[in-house]
């Protein structure tokens, strides 16, 4: 089956209901395709004690204010996806899901996305994936030897599952030390950082990360000094349950080690620690394979863009993947404004 629409957004997570609320508010014939099997993107699927880095009121999608969560200052997932569910029933978003995007094809005037469940064409596509489902392991010598168990924050659910083991947490960002935070206390911890950890100051939350993300794209659209942005004020949120480990002693960084072997870890000095299980906290990769049809990768993999719109590919538009798609848009109060952004264009294109 053909279905033709004016637009096709590509995700039903955050970035995909703002920009499915921009496109409803232009009066444009638009289709949001979701691969999840229910609302709420990624945030359906983190480990069980992740909460927001901000108040809810600080963490809206646009239209809609995230209501307070009784007895939580800074919102849980379960919560976020309360509201994204909520979200789209209220705007009336016409979703398709569970629908894969396979891949985005140019065909004359029109861009045609295939999908496991039939064709879609469409003057403009908006991809909005995000990086969830594209996990990031770094190339460490000998991870395929060691006789552990290895997994990826994806992976990661809950501290009793590793309640007595000696652990390795990889990774000196928010997920490493909110996962290391939570397998201090029952675990035998080793959490290891490239660099020494930088944590922000304590009153720093979520608003104040997005408000120097803006300033620094402001500063870099008008020419002026990169600020530095968020990188500029650390590397680490220091959310409650980060702080009291931090306090208490329990979060002491060691090094990286160089490489993996059958029981363990060994450093660069001939040290070696055993283990028996790694969480690889290394980030991950915007989730981008469905475009591969389109030939619009540099290099370095990285796929141009002026504000969110693919310089090579005029007609589609990247939501939510990070800075380089918009100030903060990979985040619920960030991805507003580049996702009327992107809606406007598309409109555009047909005036």
């Given at each position: 089956m053909t279905r033709r629409f004016q637009v096709v957004v590509i995700g039903g997570g955050q970035a995909g209901l703002a920009a499915g609320y921009h496109l409803r508010r232009l009066g444009l014939d638009f289709v949001v395709l979701d691969a999840q099997a229910e609302s709420g993107g990624a945030w359906q699927h983190p480990w069980n004690s992740l909460h927001l880095?901000?108040?809810?009121?600080?963490s809206s999608l646009p239209g809609r204010l995230m209501p307070h969560q009784t007895g939580e200052a800074y919102p849980d997932a379960a919560h976020v996806v309360a509201y994204l569910r909520d979200y789209e029933k209220?705007?009336?978003?016409?979703?398709?899901?569970?629908?894969r995007a396979l891949g985005v094809h140019r065909d004359g005037e029109l861009?045609?996305?295939?999908?496991d469940s039939g064709t879609w064409h469409a003057r403009a596509v908006i991809s909005a994936t995000g990086t969830w489902w594209r996990p990031f392991l770094p190339a460490v010598p000998g991870r395929a030897h060691f006789g552990g168990q290895q997994l990826h924050t994806v992976g990661y659910r809950q501290p009793r599952?590793?309640?007595?083991?000696?652990?390795?947490?990889v990774g000196g960002g928010n997920?490493?030390?909110q996962i290391a935070a939570d397998l201090a206390h029952d675990s035998e911890l080793t959490w290891v950082t490239q660099r020494p950890p930088r944590f922000l100051a304590d009153d720093i939350d979520g608003r104040a990360l997005f408000d120097a993300a803006t300033a620094r794209r402001r500063a870099?659209?008008?020419g002026r000094t990169d600020t530095g942005g968020?990188?500029?004020?650390?590397?680490?949120?220091?959310?409650?349950?980060?702080?009291?480990?931090?306090?208490?002693?329990?979060?002491?960084?060691?090094?990286?080690?160089?490489r993996l072997v059958a029981g363990g870890v060994e450093w660069a000095d001939g040290t070696r620690a055993e283990v028996d299980a790694i969480i690889w906290c290394t980030g991950f990769r915007p989730a981008l394979s469905h475009l591969a049809p389109l030939q619009l990768r540099g290099r370095r993999g990285h796929i141009a863009t002026v504000g969110t719109r693919a310089v090579a590919e005029p007609r589609l538009h990247l939501l939510g993947y990070g800075d380089w798609t918009g100030p903060a848009s990979a985040t619920l109060i960030g991805v507003g404004r580049p996702a009327r952004e992107a809606a406007r264009e598309t409109a555009d294109l047909g005036a």
């Open positions: 880095f901000s108040p809810a009121a600080h209220r705007y009336e978003l016409p979703i398709q899901r569970p629908v861009l045609r996305v295939e999908t599952d590793f309640a007595g083991r000696r652990v390795i947490v997920s490493g030390a870099l659209d008008q968020v990188a500029s004020l650390g590397d680490i949120v220091a959310v409650q349950p980060v702080r009291e480990a931090r306090d208490r002693g329990l979060l002491k960084a060691s090094p990286m080690f160089t």
